[in-house]
């Protein structure tokens, strides 16, 4: 038995500074997650988390020092950056505690949530689901992910982005509305994490449109940094 065509390549993301890849099970994300982004978007208040998931192979690796090249998605007018703090599991868990959710980190990434909110609002309006969106090809630029021995736990710091170097987001990791562990935590009474997967853990305020040709800049303090340029 054998099969019926060449199995699709395996997604994966690389390792900074190592030539380790880390191979991608599932890719969850966070909406509104922090203060003043759920404001621009009109929510306020403390929302359980909600998550949406796109698929491993949206991921546009991003390796060191060099420009991704993201094409501009079909269907749309209106895409959208979102700078996020993105977490690599390491471990197997169910309905972990927040006290022992920390232990699931094996790193941590920059990536871009990239979005159609044009469809998105479309759906959000028809109360109908997310995909079209947000779950669309090279829809997740990540940069290398830096394994959680080099960096430490990440619970504050600057979170930015830039387009043509004019600033469009700015926050601190800090003022996410669920913290990492308390995010892990609650994903995991939902699904089963295991290694592989990665957790875009929300953006900060200051989401806006790009264009053909423009060039996102974005970092996050003890993370790194990614550049991508639309296309
Ligand atoms: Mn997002």
């Known amino acids: 038995m054998g099969y019926v065509f060449a199995a699709p390549p395996q997604a994966v993301v690389p390792v900074s500074g190592s030539t380790d890849l880390f191979p991608v099970r599932r890719i969850y994300c966070v909406g509104r997650n922090y203060v003043e982004h759920a404001q621009e978007m009109g929510f306020c208040g403390r929302e359980p988390p909600f998550f949406f998931a796109k698929p491993a192979d949206a991921v546009l690796p991003v390796a060191e020092a060099t420009t991704g090249e993201l094409p501009y998605p ?10 996020e703090l993105v977490v690599a599991i390491g471990r197997r868990a169910v309905a972990v505690s927040v006290e022992d959710a920390a232990a699931l980190i094996w790193g941590y990434a920059i990536g871009l949530d990239m979005t159609r909110r044009d469809l998105q609002g479309e759906m959000k309006k028809q109360g109908r689901p997310w995909e079209v969106g947000k779950a669309f090809d090279f829809s997740a630029p990540i940069g290398p992910i830096r394994p959680v021995g080099q960096t430490g736990l990440i619970t504050r710091g600057r979170i930015w982005l ?24 609650h994903l995991s009474r939902y699904f089963a994490l295991a290694p592989g997967d990665l957790i875009f853990t929300g953006t900060p305020a200051g989401v806006g449109p790009v264009q053909r040709g423009d060039l996102m800049e974005a970092g996050i303090e003890g993370v790194g940094q990614i550049r991508v340029r639309v296309v």
């Open 162 to 185: 830039q387009v043509n170097g004019a600033p469009r987001q700015e926050g601190d990791v800090g003022r996410m509305i669920w913290n990492v562990a308390e995010t892990i935590a």
């Open 74 to 83: 079909p269907s749309t007018t209106d895409l959208h950056h979102e700078v």
